[in-house]
């Protein structure tokens, strides 16, 4: 099930191993546009680009599903995220996403991460 998409660049721009944590970004392109966060929150499992050309997110729905990809079933309360059509994918128990009009360099809006801005 298509959660969300974007055709913009997407960077990973930090993982807190603290809270397993994964967030990743699009800069702004131009004055007027968004910047766009992705956050994964206790991720268990990650097979991932560091750059990716666009970002497309689906939650993985069925067993078949996961099978048919060589993806591990996780344990409750986790779930498969899959990025760009199988590209990639992340087990963890939540995705959310925010777009404001900070630069890419602004502190994050899902609250600080040690060492990144």
């Known amino acids: ?4 998409e974007w055709d913009r660049e997407f960077r990973v721009w930090a993982y807190g191993v603290g809270y397993s944590r994964l967030l990743i970004r699009s800069a702004p392109r131009f004055d007027s546009d ?6 994964f929150s206790n991720v268990k499992h990650m097979n991932i680009s560091a750059d990716m ?5 689906d939650r993985a729905d069925s ?3 996961l099978k048919g990809a060589g993806i591990p ?3 409750s309360p986790h779930t498969v ?20 009009r ?3 360099d602004a502190p994050s809006y899902f609250a600080p991460f ?3 801005k």
Not at 1 to 4: A, I, T, Y
Not at 53 to 57: A, F, K, N, R, T
Not at 81 to 100: E, K, M, P, R
Request: proline fraction near 4%.
């Open 102 to 104: 900070e630069w890419i």
């Open 81 to 100: 995220f899959i990025l760009n059509s199988g590209a990639g994918y992340v087990i963890a128990t939540q995705c959310d996403w925010h777009a404001d």
């Open 53 to 57: 050309p666009h970002l497309e997110i």
């Open 1 to 4: 099930m298509r959660l969300v």
């Open 114 to 116: 040690r060492g990144v």
């Open 63 to 65: 067993k078949e599903e």
């Open 34 to 39: 968004e910047r766009i966060e992705v956050l």
């Open 73 to 75: 079933e996780p344990s």
